[in-house]
């Protein structure tokens, strides 16, 4: 590519980005420190003031363990206080501690309904004072989406959205357009045999559905360590194909 | 009573009033009433029956006061409408006040527990008017009761006449009639009645079937700070009472700054043309004095005030006050980023109720579902770490489902189990972990065992499972599996 369809590109992309009034923050990402997802991040990485849905795959749609860890481990490591919405009653709060969420950090909102839920969650973006707010829902309606967006645009407040769904079939909504940035899915996938009995750190396939100014993409991944970390097996990382994929970390 | 300058408790106890013509006894302790004392017998009688009673003075001036004292107590802590139900109680508007202390019956309890660390003995109905509240506290019979809404006139009906609160000299007369309880009075024909008794005694009965309105006057305490707007034109929109809300909140704040306080509970009546009083208020969790976090706070609620046919005046307490010193903040090096989050809490908090908003400490215990225990946002308890080390799933089932499951005794993971209809092959397993039964607890848990695993399945699944009973032993479990919890 020659250096002047370089300049137009950047030009244009600035355009579009003008157009979508992205420019109004210094957008700031927090990446996962794994090159190979960064690299299909716009930025670098999972943008701050923004918001992200993440839901599970199979089994996980309905009951969202997989999500609930990615999130937690994507929370922990915006580094601030955490507010935790929810209305399940099946979330066991220490267990965040895993992945980096640990009590002293992050407190939790029981809400009676979704909409109890909404409203929260939209006070505690507009608030700025937390680093990232978490909330698990079901239905995320595209206005609803915006609200929260704007919300978290405002105050560089990271937004997860993690989707859970009653029933299997419902999880079908997760192809719906949304104002998030990034769309996540993640699926167990079965670990690597350890040399050992016992079971190991958990594996994941991780699929980037949806992606602003960029493209899908999946990962296989192992899950979040204690300080919510997640990493591509080593087995995966040591191929070579990695260092020839040319990435330049945008700047915004 | 207590100290030494009380009379003794092994002797029956009784105050003497008067009733008009003679002295009687007003009031009689327990043992006083066990020896056959009563209120309202003649002092002169009791003396000559009963000789080693204990007769003094009452004195209801001082217990008047001591009344509003209990009033202005409770208004602090429960609710912004309290007034003295003289000349023994309380009566306490909690609408919309009881979320903040897990609902009606956890006010109640609370109540209760504090008037009993205070030396007094209580007992506390609820329902829908003053009238049925009164009556169902004094002759309702159980210790507390909640009568559900709607439900009170049902309740009323069997009382005695007495609950009414009618007027001593009445009570023989209507008994002679032959009415003794309120479902018999108020099945009879009003106008015979009327002209007998007067209107008296069925504006009782109207107040406490709900037919008629009666308002609680809040009980006055010249000590609390007060800011009040008169209208001379009733207002009514949202948007006035919102600009009015922060004229107050701005007079309030300079208020509680001269006076060094900062305020925990702020109570906002409207009263409306028609006489009747709105009221909201706001809580925090630490002493405020902010005038932009107050109104903020307190703009949040003016949706809930109806204000009919307009408001003709404000009144803004400051209900519960602490002392606020003046902080300085430093330049720092270490400039803080992110404002404070406890203003969010508080509006949260405000908005959805006390229990909604915790933090989640882990507890020292080896039961899973006992391992957490959740406390107010403000709290500075860190709980103990001691289960820190131990894989916990995100997922816990609050009642663990009983799975089929096959595994070698005593100390295998399964190798196969069905749960909720789908059967999953195990790969791979962590295990046993044993946790034991807390007999200090329960007893029924004393030698119970469960041993929990973790199992990964065919799909990359992961759950935690456990059987009761360690295998060997019958008397610790009965070999059953269940499914706890799920993994990433």
Known sequence: ?252 | MSGTSGPSRDRPLVLKGSDGRRRVISAADDLALQVGARVGMPVAKAGSLFSDLVILDADPVADAVALEKLAIWALRLYSPNVAADAPDGLILDIQGASHLLGGEAGLIEDAMRRLGDLGITAVAALADTWGAAHAVARYGGQGHQIIESGKSGEALRRLPVEALRLPAEMLPDLHLLGLDTIGELSAKPRPPLAKAFGNKLFRRIDQAFGRTPEPIEPVDAPELIKVQRVFAEPIGAPETIEKYTRRLTDQMCDRLEQAGLGVRRLDLHFTRVDNRVETVFIATAKPVREPKRLARLLCDKIETVDPGYGIEKMVMTAAFVETLVMKQTLASFEVAARPDVEDLWDVLTNRHGEGCLYRAIPTATDIPERGIKRLPPGSVDTGSSRNADYRRPQRLYRKPEPIMALAGLPDHPPRAFTWRGQRYGVTCADGPERVQGEWWVSDREKGKVRDYFVLEVENGERFWVFRTGDGQHESTGSLIWYMHGKFE
């Not at chain 1, 909102?109 to 929260?120: I, V």
């Not at chain 1, 937004?159 to 769309?183: K, N």
């Open chain 1, 1 to 252: 590519m020659s250096v002047a369809s370089t300049a137009t590109l950047t030009d244009l992309r600035q355009q579009i980005e003008g157009i979508e009034r992205v420019y109004r923050r210094a957008r700031t990402v927090l990446p996962f420190d794994v090159l190979a997802i960064d690299a299909k991040l716009p930025g670098g990485g999972l943008a701050l003031g923004a918001l992200h849905e993440i839901a599970g795959g199979g089994a996980g749609a309905v009951d969202g363990a997989a999500a609930v860890a990615l999130a937690g481990g994507i929370a922990a490591r915006t580094g601030g206080t955490v507010l935790w919405c929810h209305y399940s009653d099946d979330l066991f709060e220490p267990a965040l501690a895993r992945f980096g969420l640990t009590s002293d950090r992050v407190m939790f909102f029981k809400a009676r309904d979704e909409r109890d839920l909404l409203s929260a969650f939209e006070e505690a973006l507009r608030h700025g004072g937390l680093t990232a707010v978490v909330g698990e829902l079901a239905g995320l309606s595209h206005l609803t989406s915006q609200r929260l967006q704007l919300a978290a645009e405002q105050t560089g407040t990271m937004a997860l959205a993690v989707r859970r769904w009653r029933r299997h079939v419902d999880a079908r909504e997760y192809g719906l357009p949304t104002t998030s940035f990034t769309r996540w899915r993640v699926t167990a996938i079965p670990s690597a045999p350890l040399p050992v009995r016992g079971v190991g750190r958990a594996k994941w396939h991780l699929e980037l559905m949806r992606c602003r100014a960029g493209n899908g993409a999946d990962f296989e991944v192992e899950a979040c360590n204690a300080k919510g970390l997640i990493a591509i097996p080593a087995l995966l990382a040591d191929r070579s194909a990695e260092a020839d994929e040319r990435h330049v970390r945008a700047v915004s």
